[in-house]
């Protein structure tokens, strides 16, 4: 226990610290407080100044150990290791340790990144054992206690209600009108910051959560609902959103009955619709109709489905259809028969009207406005075919788009740089290439066109290098599957959220897939066909993904083996078009039916097609380019399952 400190003191310090550390490492040194004293007493002076840095670091450090490793210790001397804590400090101020670099103050400060998340697990494990609950929580039959502080800290409505109301004092308090079970979820994603969103429980939970006003949860609500938007529901999900004030769902559900105005008003709920919403619906500007006889049809089902209680309202609806912007042949052999019409004055005044617009000359149509001639002007609504990039033969940079209107093609900005075998895919309004192949290296960039501005941006790169990859959008995420790295084959997959800008890698497929085509029906993501890069062959095998389960599961091969085939969706159902078997190139199209699980042909293409492009709009499925095994093609069919 005794040390000499002269001008052998440094030469001793290694030494005692090969001792020390060995008998550390053995757990024999602590054993008793003579050890415990010996490393207090080399702390002190006049031995600390006279050692090495590394040694002043090394035992005082070891001092701190024993204080908070060395329970039997602490509290045999819990008084006097205080004291000497508080010499120690003393120390370090006092002594120069001659290595400024190593200051302990110009540290940044110790942040710990999970002790929020750890303090709320436990909180919740309290809370889960009814432990330090002060407040329980009454809604219906169903009670759930909790802890003010946690509610007060994620809800400003339970804030005010615990800093200003009654129920501060109180220990239960009943919550009116609010639904049970959507409570439970609300408390539990106070605590964990989890909530699952299902169609089962939407419809209570979302006005739960605007009236606890915990914003996360209803804003999540309203991004589930807005994925499940459907031509059959989109009306009463407007009428949903209106009646608790969801403004940002109510908006997009207006566009979204806007874009799919003729579906929507085959369905149900649109017939169910009150007049005045109907003259709402068909008085937008911004309704896409192919023409104004789909609008015309719609009034004269809504009147037909109620005659007698909605004949009445005819004269009203009629005066927002625009007849002048229907044909004179549609008007007289359409209009002008209805026999709804001929004893109604009011349609009969706007019938008149639309009849002498059509005999105006071109100047004179220009004087004559009124709301009636004015033609809609569908906003949101894609009316371009983008084609981005590809092989001319080589990768270029070139995009084009396809004016369904004018019927023209139209050159737009040019990719930042070169890229063929790229994935694409249409979010928030903007069409994100991804990955693909620029001349020389497969690569993992993704870049952004905003068609507003006609400009490209950059995007945060894939985790992995892909080219002939697959790429989707599946609940306002981007997913990319498979592909070539340059050496191999892929079986992995990666998705990209918008939100936090980051690629994150999802659960691998049961096959390496290079060449794939991808599809998402019902809420899954399919992968469908490709190239096996180990057994060298093309794949008939088709598997997909549940975002809800994070696995891939087989469903039923196609008829034909096919790489590079192009996937499309459209109307519930999901073609894959074309595609190579080996040096075979395919022009048929075969579709996947899910509540079968199988597959039947369509009609063949009219060319022999692989890595070509689908898309669907409209009811139509357009195939554009590609290759025939050849020649690269600049041709674009068309199908209409319909016709």
Not at 23 to 35: D, E, I, P, V, Y
Not at 93 to 102: I, T
Not at 260 to 268: A, G, I, M, Q, S
Request: one cysteine or more; a negative charge; glycine letters at 8%.
């Amino acid at each position: 226990g005794q040390h000499e400190v002269g001008s052998s003191g440094r030469k001793q310090a290694p030494e005692l610290r090969k001792l020390t550390l060995n008998h550390w490492s053995k757990q024999t040194l602590f054993t008793g407080l003579r050890g415990l004293c010996i490393i207090r007493q080399l702390c002190v002076e006049p031995f600390l100044p006279l050692i090495e840095y590394e040694n002043q670091v090394f035992l005082i450090a070891a001092l701190s150990l024993v204080i908070m490793n060395k329970s039997s210790f602490y509290q045999a001397m819990s008084s006097e290791l205080a004291s000497e804590s508080t010499m120690l400090e003393f120390k370090l101020q006092k002594f120069d340790l001659g290595r400024s670099q190593h200051s302990l103050t110009e540290r940044p400060p110790y942040r710990n990144q999970h002790h929020t998340q750890k303090a709320f697990e436990t909180m919740n494990i309290l809370r889960k054992q009814n432990l330090l609950c002060d407040v329980t929580l009454v809604a219906g039959a169903t009670e759930v206690s909790a802890h003010k502080t946690v509610l007060a800290s994620c809800s400003p409505y339970f804030y005010a209600m615990f800093t200003g109301f009654t129920e501060s004092r109180a220990n239960k308090i009943t919550l009116q009108g609010l639904d049970g079970t959507a409570l439970a979820l609300l408390i539990d994603y106070v605590y964990s910051a989890e909530i699952q969103v299902t169609e089962e429980n939407v419809q209570t939970l979302l006005p739960a959560a605007n009236l606890l006003q915990l914003s996360d949860v209803q804003e999540a609500c309203c991004e589930f609902l807005q994925a499940q938007l459907h031509p059959s529901n989109c009306l009463g999900i407007r009428a949903f959103a209106d009646l608790h004030g969801c403004l940002d769902l109510l908006s997009y559900c207006d566009t979204y009955i806007e874009q799919h105005f003729v579906e929507v008003t085959e369905n149900e709920e649109f017939l169910a619709l009150p007049a005045n919403q109907v003259a709402h619906l068909i008085s937008s500007d911004r309704l896409s109709v192919p023409s104004e006889e789909q609008v015309f049809e719609a009034v004269m089902n809504w009147v037909n489905q109620d005659l007698a209680n909605r004949e009445s309202q005819l004269g009203s609806l009629m005066e927002h259809v625009r007849l002048p912007l229907l044909s004179q042949e549609y008007l007289v052999q359409r209009v002008e028969e209805e026999p709804l019409l001929k004893g109604n004055l009011p349609c009969k005044d706007f019938l008149i009207e639309a009849m002498k617009y059509h005999l105006l000359r071109a100047d004179q149509k220009a004087l004559y406005a009124t709301p009636r001639t004015k033609p809609r002007t569908p906003v949101g609504r894609p009316k371009m075919l983008l084609v981005v990039g590809g092989q001319a033969p080589k990768a270029i940079r070139s995009v084009e788009c396809l004016d369904l209107q004018r019927d023209r093609w139209l050159q737009l900005a040019e990719l930042p740089s070169r890229r063929c075998r790229a994935g694409l895919a249409l979010l928030d309004g903007r069409v994100f290439t991804v990955g693909g192949f620029n001349g020389s290296l497969r690569v993992r960039t993704v870049d952004i066109y905003d068609p507003a501005r006609d400009q490209w941006s950059q995007a945060p790169s894939m985790e992995a290098r892909r080219s002939t990859l697959g790429v989707a959008v599946l609940n306002g995420q981007i997913y990319a599957v498979g592909g070539f790295d340059g050496s191999t084959g892929l079986n992995s997959a990666e998705r990209y959220d918008p939100h936090t800008e980051e690629w994150t890698a999802i659960a691998y497929m049961s096959t390496r897939r290079s060449s794939v085509g991808v599809g998402v029906l019902n809420g899954l993501l399919y992968a469908v066909g490709g190239y096996d890069g180990a057994s060298r062959q093309c794949l008939s095998s088709v598997e997909r993904y549940d975002p809800k389960e994070e696995e891939w599961s087989l469903v039923a091969d196609m008829s034909a083996r096919r790489s590079g085939a192009g996937v499309g969706v459209l109307d519930g159902v999901l073609y894959a078009v074309g595609g190579h078997d080996g040096p075979l190139v395919r022009k048929s199209v075969e579709c996947y039916h899910p509540e079968s699980n199988s597959w039947s042909h369509v009609p063949d293409m009219t060319l022999a097609r692989r890595n070509a492009g689908v898309v669907a709009m409209d009811g139509l499925l357009y195939v554009v380019g590609g290759d025939d095994g050849s020649s690269n093609l600049a041709s674009v069919e068309v199908y209409s399952p319909k016709t």
